[in-house]
């Protein structure tokens, strides 16, 4: 997610849908705004109502209005706020469509019914097939990896290559991450740590152990890729372990000089993070069919450019998964290891394991 604030307070939202039959005590604020054409818009066609916490949304839905003559009213916000206002929502559905990063979130939605299944007539890369669930629940769009290691060669005393070397004693005092609990992309990064070290039957507490250790070597938290990447300018760490756009972006825009030099790297094995669109299986017939159209729009080379230049310091920085179309040029090559976590079975523990990280880690 974009170095904004924009994932804060996820824990919050996830605990709101995960609960069966709950509801949240009250939605955080958002900003509402009609995109391009008139509320009426083209004869027949209804608003496309669009949640959405990606950085770029703005100019894609106006794109998407031009190109189609569909009127969309966005709901920008970031994620937390945004699940929270469809919990507290599931009994009278405003929704259409929902984007944003990372599919554990839309996991908890189809356990609960929530979602209507569609396949777009789009080929994807091999990467974006392996994102898509096998009952086609929602659909990937784009992808960036948790964590990126990004580091300050002016200062930094040498480069990680692996989990296991964050816990030198070299690098004590050095290393910040962002709090799960606040930041969207943190969980994913955690829960790929603990698949990577125990796989789903000992990797919660494996991953604990590490998280310990890390600590224990002086681990600074913080509450988004901004804190982070604030605490890395200012010389109170020398590596930060987030989302690889955010990472991106920093390089990107941030100025060079004798006392900060960032560079990116990719420990073995860094997550693969969708980011991901689904369709409200509440929502009226026709604004399912504007929903589906608008995915389809997503993944054209019109969309996909959108995308791409919508957000160019923030989430405008992931890697496409539809064939032919290229990344921008300051962005790194995709990890060439990567690995994918199962939304269906880390997603149900997110709150167990930020609750664990808010109590002995932070």
Same mark, same amino acid.
Request: proline share 9%; net charge neutral; glycine share 10%.
């Given at each position: ?5 924009? %994932? ?12 069966? &039959? ?28 669009? !949640?959405?916490?990606?950085? !770029? ?11 189609? &003559? ?24 405003? %929704?259409?469509?929902? %984007? ?17 299944? !569609? ?9 974006? #097939? ?26 930094? /005393? ?17 290393? *910040? ?6 930041? *969207? ?14 796989? #789903? ?5 494996? *991953? ?26 200012? &010389? ?22 004798? /006392? ?58 992931? %890697? ?43």
């Amino acid at each position: 997610m974009a170095v904004n604030s924009r %994932w804060r307070t996820v824990l919050g939202g996830i605990a709101a849908i995960v609960a069966i &039959g709950g509801t949240a005590g009250c939605s955080a604020s958002t900003s509402t705004a009609t995109s391009g054409a008139s509320p009426s818009g083209a004869p027949g066609t209804v608003p496309l109502v669009v !949640y959405s916490a990606q950085g !770029y949304d703005a100019p894609v839905t106006k794109a998407f209005t031009k190109a189609t &003559g569909i009127p969309v009213s966005l709901v920008d916000d970031s994620t937390g706020p945004l699940l929270t206002k469809i919990a507290a929502e599931k009994n009278n559905p405003k %929704w259409g469509l929902l %984007w944003c990063d990372g599919d554990t979130a839309f996991a908890a939605l189809d356990s609960q019914g929530q979602l209507l299944p !569609y396949k777009p007539p789009v080929a994807l890369t091999t990467a974006g #097939q392996s994102l898509v669930p096998k009952n086609n629940s929602y659909v990937p769009v784009s992808a960036t990896a948790v964590p990126a290691l990004i580091y300050n060669a002016a200062r930094a /005393n040498g480069v990680p290559a692996s989990y296991n070397d964050l816990l030198d004693p070299k690098y004590q005092g050095k290393i *910040g991450m962002n709090d799960p609990s606040q930041s *969207g992309p943190t969980y994913p990064l955690i829960a790929g740590l603990m698949n990577q070290l125990g796989g #789903q039957s000992g990797g919660v507490a494996a *991953g604990e152990s590490f998280l310990r250790k890390l600590k224990g070597n002086g681990l600074h938290v913080f509450p988004t890729n901004g804190d982070t990447l604030h605490a890395l300018e200012t &010389g109170q760490i020398n590596y930060g372990l987030i989302q690889s756009s955010a990472a991106a972006g920093e390089l990107a825009k941030a100025p060079k000089s004798a /006392n900060f030099d960032p560079k990116i790297v990719y420990l073995a094995k860094s997550t693969l993070l969708p980011a991901v669109i689904g369709i409200d299986k509440a929502a009226p017939a026709a604004q399912q069919d504007e929903a589906k159209k608008f995915i389809q729009f997503i993944l054209s080379p019109a969309g996909q450019q959108a995308m791409l230049t919508g957000d160019p310091s923030g989430d405008s920085m992931f %890697w496409p998964i539809v064939p032919g179309v290229k990344q921008r040029p300051e962005l790194p090559a995709l990890p060439a290891a990567y690995q994918q976590i199962d939304p269906y079975f880390w997603g149900p523990l997110e709150g167990q394991v930020n609750t664990f990280f808010d109590s002995t880690i932070k």
